[in-house]
């Protein structure tokens, strides 16, 4: 099968270095040069233009007594979510064909993949939204996919699915436009919660007259206690990478807008998640009061998202 790929960011490298590993045939277009030559040095085709990366078609031998009909050309893009993907449907849109098929991988709000599968499908074009979580050596490594969209699309693409996800299986299928950014969505709204009580019984810890070794804290944490995790594990990987000081690391906690979308969305629901609102409240707060707290939050950031939290000079 061959892949064309829009968006070599951390995310989308990384996936395009396991699709070559798999034996797919990666044609690769980037805004910026420095990662487009990164992926040709492992295999992929790269383009200067998106038009001359969709200039391609293969015709199926299976369809050659059907007529001029195309093996579907399978577009993925992992670019931010917004306009960025708005603009980029924009402009792939008219250069596909019927048949063909989008995959959108970048994380966007549910909202807005309802929207491009209308756009698209305009031109006879299919679309598919996958929410990817796992951070960058997820997408290296093996990630966990959300899939929303219509079954008999998803079915035609399970090997593809299959051979990205973690251990071939950590892939699930939500029927309906949007499903799979939906389930996403509140994926990143449990996990501000989960990362916020973390960081705060860590300070607890750190403030207390027992004068304890987080670190020691977290390795017992990680022995089959109830709160046993990928979380606790990267707290501590990163009191050990970073000290327990976490001077290097920003009090003020960064945030892509995922958990306000899940707030918003919990009260158009009329559904109240106290845990969840808090979580995005103090983020929003830590940038004009930043604290041991934020520290935590903003470690465990850095070492499963790889985002940029260190403190200024």
Not at 74 to 98: F, H, K, N, R, Y
Not at 108 to 131: C, E, P, W
Request: hydrophobic fraction near 35%; glycine fraction near 12%.
């Amino acid at each position: 099968m061959i892949i064309h790929y829009i968006g070599l960011g951390k995310m989308g490298k990384n996936m395009v270095l396991r699709l070559l590993e798999k034996g797919y045939s990666v044609h690769a277009w980037n805004r910026s040069p420095e990662p487009r030559s990164e992926v040709k040095k492992s295999g992929a085709k790269v383009y200067e233009t998106v038009q001359d990366l969709l200039a391609l078609r293969s015709k199926s031998p299976a369809s050659t007594k059907k007529g001029d009909r195309h093996t579907p050309r399978v577009v993925w893009l992992m670019l931010p979510a917004g306009e960025p993907t708005q603009s980029m449907i924009d402009q792939v849109g008219p250069l596909l064909s019927s048949g063909d098929i989008v995959i959108d991988g970048g994380n966007g709000f549910y909202k807005d993949s309802v929207r491009y599968a209308d756009q698209l499908r305009t031109y006879g074009v299919s679309y598919i939204d996958v929410g990817v979580s796992g951070g960058p050596s997820g997408a290296r490594t093996g990630a966990c996919l959300m899939i929303g969209g219509t079954t008999d699309i998803q079915s035609y693409l399970e090997p593809l699915f299959k051979d990205i996800a973690s251990g071939g299986s950590a892939y699930q299928f939500f029927e309906g436009y949007g499903a799979g950014q939906f389930v996403k969505m509140i994926h990143n709204g449990i996990e501000y919660g989960m990362m916020q009580a973390i960081a705060e019984g860590f300070t607890l810890l750190k403030e207390s007259d027992y004068h304890l070794d987080l670190i020691q804290v977290a390795e017992i944490y990680q022995k089959r206690s109830v709160i046993e995790s990928r979380l606790v594990q990267w707290t501590l990987d990163g009191l050990k990478q970073y000290g327990t000081s976490l001077a290097e690391i920003s009090g003020s906690i960064g945030h892509l807008g995922e958990g306000m979308w899940t707030v918003n969305t919990a009260k158009e629901m009329k559904i109240p998640v106290p845990i969840i609102e808090g979580s995005m409240n103090y983020r929003l707060e830590s940038v004009k009061r930043p604290s041991y707290t934020g520290k935590l939050v903003s470690l465990m950031r850095t070492m499963f998202g790889g985002h940029s939290v260190k403190v200024q000079s």
